[in-house]
């Protein structure tokens, strides 16, 4: 049973950065990715990687944030410059497939880490 534990989060003013990290143990998959969800608004996808270490983005995040991973820690990462208070949300780690460019998340949740960024 996949288990997932995200950390990093935190309050910053405009125009600094966060790095975020999930530990992931329990699954087999084939790639991982970050999801977000702010107030009020469906959860959305922001980034993914996959075992080949291909990246994608969301174009909202695109030149600012960046996902990695850390396969000897089971470990990924996102790393978050020029925050915008947009980017205010609960951010998730996911597991799951990559198929073709379509990331298929398995479904599983962590319990988030809150990143508030004020103006």
């Known amino acids: 049973q996949v288990q997932l534990v995200e950390s990093g989060g935190g309050l910053v003013h405009a125009g600094e950065s966060l790095r975020l990290s999930c530990g992931i143990s329990g699954s087999m998959f084939t790639a991982q990715g970050w999801y977000r969800q702010a107030p009020g608004k469906q959860r959305e996808l922001v980034a993914t990687?996959?075992?080949?270490?291909?990246?994608t983005y969301a174009d909202f995040v695109k030149g600012r944030f960046t996902i990695s991973r850390d396969n000897a820690k089971s470990t990924i990462h996102l790393q978050m410059i020029s925050l915008k208070p947009e980017d205010t949300a609960v951010y998730y780690c996911?597991?799951?497939?990559?198929?073709?460019?379509?990331?298929?998340?398995?479904?599983?949740w962590g319990q988030g880490t809150q990143v508030t960024v004020s103006s």
């Open positions: 996911s597991v799951g497939d990559l198929i073709g460019s379509t990331y298929y998340p398995y479904g599983r």
């Open positions: 990687i996959s075992s080949g270490d291909k990246t």
